[in-house]
């Protein structure tokens, strides 16, 4: 059975840093792109960085490329995002989705508050 | 990020049939199919449909979807009270190399 779980999520003020971790099983991790996403409060999905399996590839959306960085640790079977310059804008439930959006976590929260 | 296009909501009675809509173009969900999700608040995002038609197992027949050219569409057949959730489209825009999402169908079942 796929299991995905997040964690790492706190209250972190502006300009802060956080690093959120997903721990997976179930599945051939190495084999799987990861991904993350989040929800903001009263906003829908939204899809933040994503890292290929085979050559470590790594994609990002928009609103947080270059403050954004995801890595992966496959000995771990874990997918992190390192989150730097934090702002109000990036508080939201954090998700960890498998290779195609398949399977999500339940998420981890993140809030960006003084 | 260029998202695609959904409606923000939908209303249809118990037992009925809800067609959900997501528009986008030749490098998303033209190219690449679209991917459906169910969100229920509290719980995590649901794969109901990915690349269009194919169904993974343990989601029921009711749900099925489609596309023709960059509109891809969701259909729920036989509404059911459990159905009443957030609905996402989704898609790997080739142009972007990234997931663009839908802002969401909020569905409810009357």
């Known amino acids: 059975e796929v299991h995905l779980l997040e964690s790492g999520g706190d209250l972190v003020q502006p300009g802060g840093s956080l690093r959120l971790s997903c721990a997976a099983s179930?599945?051939?991790?190495?084999?799987?792109?990861m991904n993350w996403g989040r929800q903001a409060p009263g906003k829908g999905l939204e899809w933040v960085s994503g890292?290929?399996?085979?050559?470590?590839?790594?994609y990002y959306a928009d609103s947080v490329r270059g403050r954004f960085t995801i890595s992966r640790d496959n000995s771990k079977n874990t997918v992190y995002l390192q989150m730097n310059s934090l702002t109000a804008e990036d508080t939201a439930v954090y998700y960890c989705?498998?290779?195609?959006?398949?399977?999500w976590g339940h998420g981890t929260l993140v809030t960006v508050s003084s | 990020q260029a998202g695609l296009t959904q409606p923000p909501s939908v209303s249809r009675g118990l037992r009925q049939t809800a067609t959900l809509t997501c528009t986008g173009n030749?490098?998303?969900?033209?190219?690449?199919?679209a991917t459906w999700l169910q969100h229920h608040q509290g719980h995590p995002p649901k794969l109901l449909s990915y690349?269009?038609?194919s169904r993974p197992s343990g989601i029921a027949e009711r749900f099925s979807a489609s596309r023709s050219g960059s509109t891809a569409s969701l259909t729920i057949t036989g509404l059911q009270p459990e159905d009443e959730a957030d609905y996402y489209c989704?898609?790997?825009?080739?142009?972007?190399?990234?997931?663009?999402f839908g802002g969401g169908t909020k569905l409810t079942v009357l």
């Open positions: 030749r490098y998303n969900v033209d190219d690449q199919g």
């Open positions: 989705a498998k290779e195609g959006l398949v399977f």
């Open positions: 179930g599945f051939t991790f190495s084999n799987s792109a």
């Open positions: 690349r269009n038609n």
């Open positions: 890292i290929r399996a085979d050559d470590g590839s790594t």
């Open positions: 989704a898609a790997w825009d080739s142009s972007l190399s990234g997931w663009v």
